[in-house]
């Protein structure tokens, strides 16, 4: 995975950690239940001590200044193991969940054979818990073989990565789209000229909409509405005629129009590389393989930087 040139920007970002590199015992039978001698060696059996518990995720969160990043997809992984052999099946339930918002709900049965499980879960909150709720089988006859047990080896909440990419993707458009509509434009340009600018704008990011994820979608309208104020200055101050001092003023107010549109498109598009930066680092030192979902997030990243670098 090709890495050069990441900076992690610290002043924008801090990490918050759950448990990090460290794995949680959810359910441990020699710990749990009661011994019992068998003819056949030790066995664990009824009654068993099991209470719920809900993990906090690790992550790498945002500041204030990149909250508009938190209200985007996000993705949750757990790498757990349950392994058991039993007299009567084993299975656990669990919920994925944000705060009291269940995002997901579901079942697993333990498995004779070790083997470290993974699930992954797309959600949109930037912080999903994954709570152990419940295990099944362990009342009545039951006997549970040495070595059985629950084990979270990781649990970890980031940026979805087809989300990302899809919102870096589409603010690299409106970014083009707005310098190639500038670049069109002359200080000196007449009245026709700065409305046909204006005009193309909106009708070339109106096709870009439907394509883009929401916050970019958001942003579009806001950028929308700037020309849409800008067209109205100019048919009030020219009405038609671009030879007054009023139009003159109105015709360069909407090249400046223009031109901070630009500049505040290019301050998110620096926002977002920042945070992905950071992310592709901070996933990339995670305990557990998380490589496609880094690769995709280090795309993204290569997208915006090229298209930063002049």
Not at 113 to 122: Q, R, Y
Not at 130 to 146: D, N, R, T, V, W
Not at 186 to 215: C, E, H, K, V, W
Not at 266 to 272: G, K
Request: glycine letters at 4%; aromatic letters at 8%.
């Amino acid at each position: 995975m090709k890495k050069q040139g990441l900076v992690l920007i610290g002043c924008l970002l801090y990490a918050s950690a759950g448990f990090g590199s460290s794995s949680t015992i959810a359910f441990d039978a020699a710990r749990d239940c009661r011994t019992q001698n068998t003819t056949t060696g030790i066995r664990y059996v009824p009654p068993c001590d099991f209470n719920p518990q809900v993990i906090e995720p690790d992550q790498h969160k945002v500041l204030a200044s990149a909250a508009d990043l938190t209200r985007g997809l996000f993705k949750s992984t757990a790498f757990y193991s349950f392994n058991c052999e039993s007299l009567r099946p084993l299975s656990l339930t669990y919920t994925i969940r944000e705060n009291d918002v269940i995002v997901e709900i579901g079942n697993v049965a333990a498995a004779a054979t070790p083997a470290l499980l993974k699930n992954s879960i797309t959600h949109s909150y930037d912080a999903a818990a994954f709570a152990i709720e419940s295990l099944q089988g362990l009342s009545g006859i039951q006997a549970l073989k040495p070595g059985c047990s629950m084990r979270v080896e990781s649990f970890a909440s980031y940026p979805e990565p087809e989300y990302f990419k899809l919102m870096a993707n589409s603010q690299i458009n409106v970014d083009n789209l707005l310098k190639n509509i500038f670049a069109s434009t002359q200080p000196d340009m007449s009245y026709a000229t700065a409305l046909g600018a204006i005009g193309n704008a909106q009708l070339l990011l109106s096709f870009l909409r439907p394509q883009s994820d929401p916050l970019t979608q958001g942003m579009i309208d806001i950028t929308v509405q700037s020309l849409i104020d800008a067209e109205s200055i100019l048919a009030q101050q020219c009405q038609a005629d671009s030879t007054t001092l009023l139009c003159s003023q109105a015709i360069a107010n909407t090249r400046a129009t223009l031109l901070a549109e630009i500049i505040g498109n290019e301050q998110r598009l620096i926002e977002l590389r920042d945070y992905l930066a950071s992310q592709v680092n901070w996933l990339a030192a995670q305990p557990q393989d998380l490589s496609t979902e880094t690769e995709k997030l280090q795309s993204a990243w290569d997208s915006l930087q090229q298209q930063l670098t002049p």
